[in-house]
């Protein structure tokens, strides 16, 4: 009796089933929530508010645009996006973990920021929209966890508008040797202790530190761009390339 | 434009500057502290109403950088930006120039001066210019809040008399300074005191010559 080969991907270092892996990682994020903003500041020493303002100076978005965040969490960009397209503009923040999603709604609200966003639990590799519907499609530290990745940026290209432009805001790989061995060292010493500390949970820390490492780097993430139908694509590195900013448009 | 200088740049990321984000950070500093004179100083923010969601991209050429402000939300957002970006109104100027707009009056006069480059529609900058030049926070009334409506009075007034008085002092330390450097300083003597001097020299070398001549006569007739 012949079995059909089970389709493989990675979940961090592990190699796990295809179909399993959006279950893991939304162990993870659910797992994470509570304190994500708290360890995100903790993680980055707060340099991912920087990284996130460059994905907001990058993204020209304007008054009456339509944006979607995808991965977008607890809803850093979008508070942002909310306030740039005003009312006349729509902003969607969407998640795969309503865990996430749930975190994000609580804190936009306690913000005031009501009115233009949308909260859509989503998958990123199916995204629930008519073709052309987006000015500008963000994903900030969500693509690495996504298990079809070209499927996925297919999906945006789908989505966007002639015109329009997606940035993928993502761990990447540094650019100089010693910086990287610095960054290795923090990553799996010091980052799973601090998830143990402050989160109690040092196991997503470590996948979080695995998955890093087998994301794409800068040039092969901009090649899958380019596959996907995305044009002018390019990258910019942040904080010596521990951080890429990549941006395509659509034409 | 910028993007792609700075993918070409990757060599580049040793420098401190772009490895710590600097622009990203003071901007995110400077944000901050508008935002914060704008809750101080509400009438700021009713004369930015006119510009609301306007985009207002600023070349600041002798720093090489691009910088958009956006008032939305009651609030002013500060960003880097491309010089490609869509903008209503774009300007591009020195860091003095552009301090010399808290006039609005003399933007034509800048443009007519090659001094300032604008594109797009003038009021935004005009705008922009006139609510920061115009910024008056009624401090006694903040203080007020956290120590009350007297003390906030008395610490006001005795703040603005020491402010009164330090540009007394500063004022009267400059024209001191002004007078040591201009006036002509006594660091040599006068030409009569030294015409004295010489003369005096003269006749005390007169005097000693004679002495020394008497002493050589009585040794002269000691020996003898």
């Given amino acids: 009796m012949n079995e059909t080969p089970e389709k493989t991907t990675h979940f961090g270092y592990k190699t796990v089933a295809e179909n399993e892996k959006a279950s893991m990682v939304a162990d993870v994020f659910h797992s994470v929530a509570a304190k994500y903003d708290v360890m995100n500041d903790l993680m980055s020493f707060g340099v991912h508010r920087l990284w996130k303002r460059q ?11 339509h944006v979607l965040d995808l991965a977008g969490g607890t809803g850093d960009l979008t508070a942002k996006f909310s306030q740039l397209v005003g009312e006349t503009g729509q902003v969607v923040l969407g998640d795969i973990n309503s865990s996430m999603l749930k975190v994000g709604r609580e804190k936009l609200h306690n913000l005031g920021l009501v009115g233009n966003i949308d909260y859509v639990q989503m998958n ?5 929209f008519p073709d052309n519907s987006f000015d500008v499609i963000t994903i900030a530290f969500g693509l690495r966890n996504v298990t079809d990745k070209d499927k996925a940026l297919r999906s945006m290209y789908r989505i966007l508008k002639p015109g329009g432009r997606l940035l ?13 061995k610095a960054y290795d060292f923090y990553s799996f010493n010091l980052l799973p202790t ?37 044009e002018q694509t390019t990258y910019q590195n942040l904080t010596g390339g521990i951080v890429a900013l990549h941006r395509g448009f659509k034409y | 434009m910028a993007l792609d200088q700075a993918t070409e740049k990757t060599s580049d990321d040793t420098n401190i500057s772009t490895f710590l984000m600097l622009p990203n950070f003071v901007l995110s500093l400077v944000e ?3 935002n914060q004179a704008l809750k101080l100083d509400p009438n700021v923010a009713h004369k930015l109403t006119t510009v609301k969601q306007k985009r207002l991209l600023v070349e600041v050429r002798d720093w090489q950088q691009t910088i958009q402000l956006v008032f939305a939300d009651e609030k002013l957002h500060i960003y880097t930006a491309d010089n490609s970006d869509y903008s209503d109104c774009m300007i591009s100027a020195d860091i003095d120039t552009l301090v010399a707009l808290k006039n609005p009056a003399i933007l034509t006069q800048l443009i007519r001066q090659d001094k300032l480059d604008l594109q797009g529609d003038l009021n935004i900058a005009q705008a922009y210019s006139g609510a920061f030049s115009e910024i008056d926070i009624d401090w006694p ?11 906030a009075q008395q610490l006001y007034m005795h703040l603005m008399s020491l402010k009164h008085q330090g540009s007394k002092v500063t004022a009267k330390l400059s024209s001191t300074l002004t007078s040591l450097f201009q006036d002509e300083l006594a660091v040599t003597i006068h030409p009569l005191e030294l015409a004295q001097f010489k003369q005096q020299n003269r006749e005390l070398k007169g005097q000693v010559a004679a002495i020394e001549q008497r002493i050589n006569t009585l040794l002269n007739a000691i020996t003898r």
Avoid at chain 1, 200 to 228: C, V
């Fill in chain 1, 55 to 65: 994905t907001i100076a990058s993204s020209g978005v304007r008054k009456g645009h």
């Fill in chain 1, 124 to 128: 990123a590799e199916m995204l629930p």
């Fill in chain 1, 168 to 180: 993928v805001l993502e761990f990447s790989k540094p650019k100089h040797e010693a910086l990287s």
């Fill in chain 1, 194 to 230: 601090m998830g143990k500390l402050v989160a109690n949970d040092s196991e997503s820390y470590q996948y979080l530190a695995e998955s890093i490492r087998m994301h794409p780097d800068q040039d092969t993430l901009k090649a899958m761009m380019n596959e996907a139908g995305f």
């Fill in chain 2, 32 to 34: 901050r502290i508008l």
């Fill in chain 2, 141 to 151: 009334e903040q203080l007020s809040a956290y120590i009350g409506d007297a003390p």
